[in-house]
């Protein structure tokens, strides 16, 4: 297992501790922040989007990151090959 050590700006874990909960540890907040990359990195591979909406589904906004759009370009690069 790859160990990972990152350097996260005090402020940043304050304010998620507080919007989780004081007893959240920085290791929780790293551990679901690296399981929720896998997942956007996995749709984006699909060729899916990663969205966010208000609760009626209204105000959609995309998440860009440059990373996500190089896994969706890989996969389909990959696609590409095979036919």
Do not use: H, Y
């Amino acid at each position: 297992m790859a160990e990972v050590r990152l350097q996260i700006p005090d402020e940043l874990v304050s304010k998620l501790q507080e919007k989780l909960g004081s007893n959240t540890k920085a290791t929780d907040i790293a551990r679901d922040a690296i399981t929720l990359f896998n997942w956007a990195v996995e749709e984006r591979a699909k060729g899916r989007l990663v969205l966010s909406t208000d609760a009626q589904g209204e105000g959609v906004t995309r998440l860009a990151m440059s990373s996500l759009d190089n896994a969706a370009a890989r996969a389909e690069s990959a696609a590409e090959k095979k036919k």
